[in-house]
């Protein structure tokens, strides 16, 4: 519980959806309403699902965990990609003069 809650503190100073509001009249209080709610979304639906299929299902706790870090990990492969994208090209061969 604790990563999603930092996780959605960590969306809301994106770098990114800062720079990609510069380029639009909207508000920067109503620009961030967004990953706010979406953060919330995501800590009291996690919260909520494990609440309700625990009470439903026995051990639901092996099988919970592990879809949500599958999720995680899934949602870090654009990043994980960017990073190769990036070190692959500063690591290029240089033009010829």
């Known amino acids: 519980m604790r990563i999603a809650a930092v996780a959605s503190a960590l969306n809301v100073l994106d770098p990114q ?3 990609a509001n510069l380029g639009t009249r909207v508000p920067p209080a109503v620009f961030t309403v967004w990953p706010v709610v979406g953060g919330l979304l995501w800590c009291v639906g ?9 009470q ?3 051990n639901i706790d092996t099988y919970l965990l592990p879809i949500v870090a599958v999720i995680v ?6 990043v994980a990609l960017e990073v190769l994208r990036t070190r692959r090209r500063s690591n290029g061969p ?4």
Do not use: F, M, N, Q
């Open 17 to 19: 959806s800062l720079l």
């Open 73 to 78: 990990v899934l949602s870090l492969i654009p």
């Open 94 to 97: 240089e033009p010829a003069a």
């Open 46 to 54: 996690v919260t909520v699902a494990g609440y309700v299929l625990g």
């Open 56 to 58: 439903r299902i026995p």
